[in-house]
């Protein structure tokens, strides 16, 4: 039986301690052991604030959409491994394909509109100037640019990949590296999906990281600067 694991500060790491069971939802066998317990989160968002964000907030729009398609594409040629583990999950092949291809498609979704609605540049132009003197010689102008924070994604156990990466591409797109942590009970396929992301080499240093179990005191450490999605 398979012990899941965590992708922390570049590299998978194993949990301690006995962990969770995790059980085929058809045949009741055990498929895999899901613990995060000894993960370092404090590293986590220190690599993802120091590391991942940076990074991307050095790329433009047009640059991040690039990324969420190329790495679409790669996942959408590895699909059929997905649909397999998906199984597992109790998952008919209906299901599945809303939960795979539909989170496939929302990477294509969002590398189209950052290429179409967002300029070539590192931040987004928000109204027209704004005049702040009565003849004019004083206007200002408000623009968007990227959080210095991470984005901390908690995904439902019934949508473990459309879930994740629907929320990744917003983030990602946004310029604001990411923390995922699946439903534990499902959390095999979500791993699946997340090594092959990793095995792609498409995503910048630092800007995706996942968790496989409890998030631990993570919550307890999130600043001003950071976010998080249920």
Request: include cysteine; aromatic fraction near 14%; charged fraction near 20%.
């Given at each position: 039986m398979r012990r899941l694991q965590s992708y922390a500060v570049g590299r998978w790491v194993d949990g301690a301690g006995t962990g969770t069971v995790l059980r085929h939802a058809v045949t009741g066998a055990e498929v895999a052991v899901a613990s995060s317990a000894g993960l370092d989160v404090g590293a986590m968002l220190d690599h993802g604030r120091g590391v991942g964000g940076p990074a991307l907030r050095r790329l433009t729009f047009h640059q991040r959409a690039r990324i969420l398609k190329a790495l679409a594409q790669y996942l959408l040629a590895r699909k059929e491994e997905f649909y397999l583990v998906s199984s597992w999950t109790g998952a008919t092949s209906a299901d599945s394909w809303i939960d795979i291809d539909g989170g496939i498609g929302t990477l294509f979704a969002y590398a189209s509109r950052?290429?179409?609605?967002?300029?070539?540049?590192?931040?987004?132009?928000?109204?027209?100037?704004?005049?702040?003197?009565?003849?004019?010689?004083?206007?200002?102008?408000?623009?968007?640019?990227?959080?210095?924070?991470?984005?901390?994604?908690?995904?439902?156990?019934?949508?473990?990949?459309?879930?994740?990466?629907e929320k990744l591409s917003t983030s990602f797109l946004a310029g604001v590296p990411t923390i995922a942590k699946p439903a534990t009970v499902t959390s095999f396929l979500a791993e699946a999906v997340a090594r092959a992301m990793i095995e792609s080499e498409i995503l910048p240093a630092g800007s995706f990281q996942f968790i496989c179990g409890s998030t631990g005191d993570l919550l307890d450490r999130l600043g001003g600067q950071d976010s998080v999605a249920f």
């Open positions: 950052g290429r179409r609605e967002f300029p070539d540049e590192t931040y987004y132009v928000d109204g027209a100037p704004e005049a702040l003197s009565k003849g004019g010689t004083f206007i200002g102008r408000h623009i968007c640019v990227p959080m210095e924070g991470v984005a901390v994604q908690i995904n439902a156990f019934n949508f473990p990949v459309w879930g994740m990466l």
